[in-house]
């Protein structure tokens, strides 16, 4: 069983960054990739988009929206994963969960955190 607790959301204007971080525990743990998923508040029917990924061995992997803008990295022996987000846009708010995919192919999901951009 993997726990994922996510942290660094808030309210940022247009323009400004904001970092995210993700520490995922449980016993076991044998996590293969780590990403970052988004979801509108304002469309709660809407699915989860991919924002970001990671792989174990570091590869990475982006949505054509936020490429040149957030940067993906991990920390293997923190099982931490970081997402700093620059540039932000109002079309970036939404509620942003982290996730990870376990060697035995298993999804965890992270209670998600708020992400405001606003003036």
């Known amino acids: 069983q993997v726990q994922l607790v996510e942290s660094g959301g808030g309210l940022v204007q247009p323009g400004g960054s904001l970092g995210l971080s993700c520490v995922a525990s449980g016993s076991g743990l044998a996590i293969r990739d780590m990403g970052w998923y988004r979801q509108p508040r304002q469309a709660p029917g809407k699915q989860r988009e991919l924002v970001a990924s990671i792989t174990r061995s570091g590869s990475t992997n982006y949505a054509d929206s936020v490429k040149g803008r957030f940067t993906i990295s991990r920390d293997t022996v923190k099982n931490t994963v970081y997402l700093q987000m620059n540039s932000l846009k109002p079309e970036d708010t939404a509620v942003y969960y982290c996730?990870?995919?376990?060697?035995?192919?298993?999804?965890?999901w992270g209670q998600g955190t708020q992400v405001t951009v606003s003036s």
């Open positions: 996730n990870a995919e376990t060697i035995a192919s298993n999804d965890y």
